[in-house]
């Protein structure tokens, strides 16, 4: 079975880091990239992050960029999210993705482009 896990989600202060973990197993050879999206209570998902799973090319989300970083360990078949310099604005649910295709992303994916998801994962930073 297809399962993704993220972990390493909490709570933080302003300023404070995090790194979120997601565990894949069972995943099809066909994955070309991973993705973190984000979504807090009464908003819709946002894409954060995305990795070309081929060359570990990231795209990040403008609210992101240069606070976060995405890496992976394909022999661990993990992807990394760091998160520094944490702002409340960062408070949401944190999900894992994979996707499938025919080619390797060039670009942030969106929600729609991806095949699997993990539960996620809360990420609390106060103020």
């Known amino acids: 079975q297809v399962q993704l896990e993220e972990s390493g989600g909490g709570s933080v202060q302003a300023g404070g880091s995090l790194r979120l973990s997601c565990a894949a197993s069972?995943?099809?050879?066909?994955?070309?990239?991973m993705g973190w999206f984000r979504q807090a209570p009464g908003k819709e998902r946002e894409g954060i992050a995305t990795?070309?799973?081929?060359?570990?090319?990231?795209y990040y989300a403008d609210a992101v960029s240069g606070r976060f970083a995405l890496s992976q360990d394909n022999a661990k078949n993990t992807v990394y999210l760091q998160m520094n310099t944490l702002k409340p604005e960062d408070t949401a649910l944190y999900y894992c993705?994979?996707?499938?295709?025919?080619?390797?992303?060039?670009?942030?994916?969106?929600?729609?482009?991806?095949?699997?998801w993990g539960q996620g994962t809360q990420v609390t930073v106060s103020s």
């Open positions: 990795i070309s799973t081929r060359a570990s090319t990231t």
């Open positions: 993705a994979a996707e499938t295709s025919s080619r390797w992303p060039q670009k942030l994916l969106s929600s729609g482009e991806y095949n699997y």
């Open positions: 069972g995943l099809p050879d066909s994955i070309h990239a």
